[in-house]
């Protein structure tokens, strides 16, 4: 894309999780960015869209446990009881 | 040669080190879990699911050359029976379900175009929130499930989950940009009504 050329709302849809992931060059920010202020049905769905991938992420930052039962269970069907650490 | 993150011995557990498969299954068996239940939306399966993928990582220890980290191996194996699963149960699946299965190839173009980001922050934290969250992951084709769990959830790099899937680079982005696509559209249209309930 050359520096005068604006991406289409199709072009910018197909660079959109690398664009949240921070992956484009510093060029092609600058035209998305350039594209949104004018366009707003864009700027709503990138922050929408962050927003919809922060919100999955926070619910992973609780640390990822099972139950008790299920740990039990687990090492005894693994024939592993022997070696659990309590 | 061992396990970098979490110190397991790869040495120890090829010669069959029953001590060390047992911090092996306490190290994993929580990420594996959480898995293995968004993939399937219930508790009996992803116990299924993360009791075959350790048998399966005690059969096929030897065949594992650490090309991979450990934790992507596991993660591997555990994908592998989680999408088994689900591909049993599709005869109980509905016919909304199978649309959605045959339009997993197509980047939806959005149709929501509501900004909800300026709820505020309570409302994302709510029980119905968090349920909202896990009925839209649960509605994704199942191809794409695992692509998002494994990327956006359990925070895999997009190497490291084309590794787990078996899938180029290329297709896992793509397959990415696909789901929170469509999660974006899901969750503007509860967050929206919410947005709507709150002026109201």
């Given at each position: 894309?050359?520096?005068?050329?604006?991406?289409?709302?199709?072009?910018?849809?197909?660079?959109?999780?690398?664009?949240?992931?921070?992956?484009?060059?510093?060029?092609?920010?600058?035209?998305?960015?350039?594209?949104?202020?004018?366009?707003?049905?864009?700027?709503?769905?990138?922050?929408?869209?962050?927003?919809?991938?922060?919100?999955?992420?926070?619910?992973?930052?609780?640390?990822?446990?099972?139950?008790?039962?299920?740990?039990?269970?687990?090492?005894?069907?693994l024939n592993l009881?022997?070696?659990?650490?309590? | 040669?061992?396990?970098?993150?979490?110190?397991?011995?790869?040495?120890?557990?090829?010669?069959?080190?029953?001590?060390?498969?047992?911090?092996?299954?306490?190290?994993?068996?929580?990420?594996?879990?959480?898995?293995?239940?968004?993939?399937?939306g219930n508790e009996?399966?992803?116990?299924?699911?993360?009791?075959?993928?350790?048998?399966?990582?005690?059969?096929?220890?030897?065949?594992?050359?650490?090309?991979?980290?450990?934790?992507?191996?596991?993660?591997?194996?555990?994908?592998?029976?989680?999408?088994?699963?689900?591909?049993?149960?599709?005869?109980?699946?509905?016919?909304?379900?199978?649309?959605?299965?045959?339009?997993?190839?197509?980047?939806?173009?959005?149709?929501?175009?509501?900004?909800?980001?300026?709820?505020p922050e309570e409302?994302?934290?709510?029980?119905?929130?968090?349920?909202?969250?896990?009925?839209?992951?649960?509605?994704?084709?199942?191809?794409?499930?695992?692509?998002?769990?494994?990327?956006?959830?359990?925070?895999?790099?997009?190497?490291?989950?084309?590794?787990?899937?078996?899938?180029?680079?290329?297709?896992?982005?793509?397959?990415?940009?696909?789901?929170?696509?469509?999660?974006?559209?899901?969750?503007?249209?509860?967050?929206?009504?919410?947005?709507?309930?709150?002026?109201?």
């Amino acid at each position: 894309m050359s520096e005068n050329e604006q991406p289409t709302c199709q072009t910018l849809l197909c660079l959109l999780s690398d664009y949240v992931d921070g992956e484009l060059s510093e060029e092609l920010c600058r035209e998305i960015e350039r594209h949104t202020a004018g366009c707003d049905n864009c700027r709503v769905v990138i922050d929408t869209l962050r927003k919809t991938i922060s919100l999955y992420r926070a619910s992973a930052a609780e640390p990822a446990e099972i139950s008790t039962e299920t740990r039990d269970h687990l090492f005894k069907t693994l024939n592993l009881e022997d070696y659990m650490q309590h | 040669m061992s396990d970098g993150q979490n110190d397991i011995s790869i040495e120890a557990l090829r010669s069959g080190d029953k001590h060390e498969f047992a911090r092996m299954v306490d190290t994993y068996s929580g990420p594996l879990y959480r898995l293995a239940l968004k993939m399937l939306g219930n508790e009996p399966d992803a116990q299924d699911v993360l009791q075959n993928t350790f048998l399966k990582a005690f059969q096929h220890i030897r065949e594992f050359e650490g090309r991979s980290k450990l934790s992507t191996w596991l993660y591997r194996i555990a994908s592998n029976e989680a999408l088994m699963m689900v591909r049993k149960r599709r005869p109980e699946t509905n016919f909304t379900d199978t649309v959605q299965e045959q339009d997993e190839d197509q980047i939806l173009d959005p149709v929501q175009f509501t900004d909800w980001c300026c709820l505020p922050e309570e409302e994302f934290l709510t029980s119905e929130s968090r349920a909202a969250l896990d009925r839209a992951v649960q509605r994704l084709p199942e191809t794409l499930r695992i692509v998002f769990i494994l990327r956006d959830i359990e925070g895999l790099s997009i190497q490291e989950t084309s590794q787990a899937l078996n899938l180029s680079e290329s297709a896992v982005k793509t397959r990415l940009l696909r789901a929170r696509l469509r999660l974006r559209e899901e969750l503007s249209s509860y967050f929206g009504e919410r947005l709507d309930h709150l002026k109201k």
